[in-house]
């Protein structure tokens, strides 16, 4: 993983129209559920202010290995590769036997239902479907995978301060490990409701975010109005590093214990009976 710096920043965005502008980064923010099917990741639940994979020191050890496939299927293994969770998400009942019948827990799938796309494919209007990502840790994890809270559902009827969820600063094109994003800094407004209040993607006063251009994923952030010590107790903020999209992944990867292939690399013994 490559540092937090500005060295890697590019100029801004070509003079558009702010509100222009504003609106094309929210509509990112919208669009993570319809722009990838599975992800492989590595995360840390902190702001990256040091290199953690330095040849002499290894991997940081609160360095997390994921694998998501949507909807619900998640493996997470440390930076050694023991397994912290491993779930293929496939067993949820819908059948005559599912007895909490409600209006939402018989909604489709984001991919399933169609958005409202705005001019360069991105997510206007997001349609009511059972969103939700598979959680560890905090609620950040989750959110971070779909960045909607900052942005809303779908546009304001108008540009007045205070009325989206988050008010947006300068917003400027950055490479964020190998990957083109988008950086922004935000507040948040009374409206902004975060997905999980305990662990939201920006607190109160200014977060740097940064979203990834290709898959809407935010792939960091790191509030301004605490501490600077790396590991001191006011530092927030999250570092993910994409390694892979839309990879074909098998059932088997999310058990713990594979119970349907064999390893063919392991040698298999033939016990015969003597005499």
Same mark, same amino acid.
């Given at each position: 993983?490559?540092?937090? @710096? !500005?060295?890697? $920043?590019?100029?801004?965005?070509?003079?558009?129209? &702010?509100?222009? /502008?504003? %609106?094309?980064?929210?509509?990112?923010?919208?669009?993570?559920?319809?722009?990838?099917?599975?992800?492989?990741?590595? =995360?840390?639940?902190?702001?990256?202010?040091?290199?953690?994979?330095?040849?002499?020191?290894?991997?940081?050890?609160?360095?997390?290995?994921?694998?998501?496939?949507?909807?619900? &299927?998640?493996?997470?293994?440390?930076?050694?590769?023991?397994?912290? /969770?491993?779930?293929?998400?496939?067993?949820?009942?819908? @059948?005559?036997? =599912?007895? $909490?019948?409600?209006?939402? !827990?018989?909604?489709?799938?984001?991919?399933?239902?169609?958005?409202?796309?705005?001019? #360069?494919?991105?997510?206007? $209007?997001?349609?009511? %479907?059972?969103?939700?990502?598979?959680?560890?840790?905090?609620?950040?994890? %989750?959110?971070?995978?779909?960045? +909607?809270?900052?942005?809303?559902?779908?546009?304001?009827?108008?540009?007045?301060?205070? %009325?989206?969820? +988050?008010?947006?600063?300068?917003?400027?094109?950055?490479?964020?490990? *190998?990957?083109?994003?988008?950086?922004?800094?935000?507040?948040?407004?009374?409206?902004?409701?975060?997905?999980?209040?305990?662990?939201?993607?920006?607190?109160?006063?200014?977060?740097?975010?940064?979203?990834? &251009?290709?898959?809407?994923?935010?792939?960091?952030?790191?509030?301004?109005? *605490?501490? /600077?010590?790396?590991?001191?107790?006011?530092?927030?903020?999250?570092?993910?590093?994409?390694?892979?999209?839309?990879?074909?992944?098998?059932?088997?990867?999310?058990? &713990?214990?594979?119970?349907?292939? !064999? @390893?063919?690399?392991? #040698?298999?013994?033939?016990?015969?009976?003597?005499?």
């Amino acid at each position: 993983m490559a540092a937090w @710096d !500005t060295s890697n $920043r590019r100029e801004p965005r070509p003079p558009r129209d &702010a509100a222009e /502008q504003a %609106a094309a980064f929210r509509d990112l923010c919208r669009s993570s559920p319809w722009k990838w099917h599975s992800l492989r990741f590595e =995360y840390l639940d902190r702001p990256l202010s040091a290199e953690p994979d330095a040849p002499e020191t290894g991997p940081a050890p609160d360095l997390v290995r994921a694998w998501l496939r949507r909807p619900g &299927a998640l493996r997470l293994e440390t930076a050694d590769g023991l397994v912290l /969770q491993s779930t293929t998400g496939i067993n949820d009942s819908r @059948d005559v036997f =599912y007895t $909490r019948s409600t209006r939402k !827990t018989w909604l489709l799938p984001p991919h399933l239902v169609t958005p409202v796309y705005d001019d #360069h494919g991105l997510v206007r $209007r997001r349609p009511e %479907a059972a969103y939700g990502e598979p959680g560890f840790g905090n609620g950040r994890f %989750a959110a971070a995978l779909d960045p +909607v809270e900052l942005a809303g559902n779908a546009p304001v009827p108008l540009e007045f301060p205070n %009325a989206n969820p +988050v008010e947006l600063g300068p917003i400027t094109d950055v490479v964020h490990e *190998g990957r083109p994003a988008l950086e922004a800094t935000v507040t948040p407004n009374p409206g902004y409701r975060p997905s999980d209040p305990g662990a939201p993607l920006c607190r109160p006063g200014r977060t740097v975010v940064r979203i990834d &251009a290709g898959t809407g994923v935010c792939v960091a952030s790191r509030w301004l109005e *605490g501490g /600077q010590e790396e590991d001191g107790p006011d530092v927030y903020g999250h570092w993910l590093r994409i390694l892979g999209v839309d990879e074909y992944m098998l059932d088997d990867l999310f058990l &713990a214990e594979s119970m349907n292939l !064999t @390893d063919v690399r392991r #040698h298999i013994s033939w016990e015969l009976p003597a005499g």
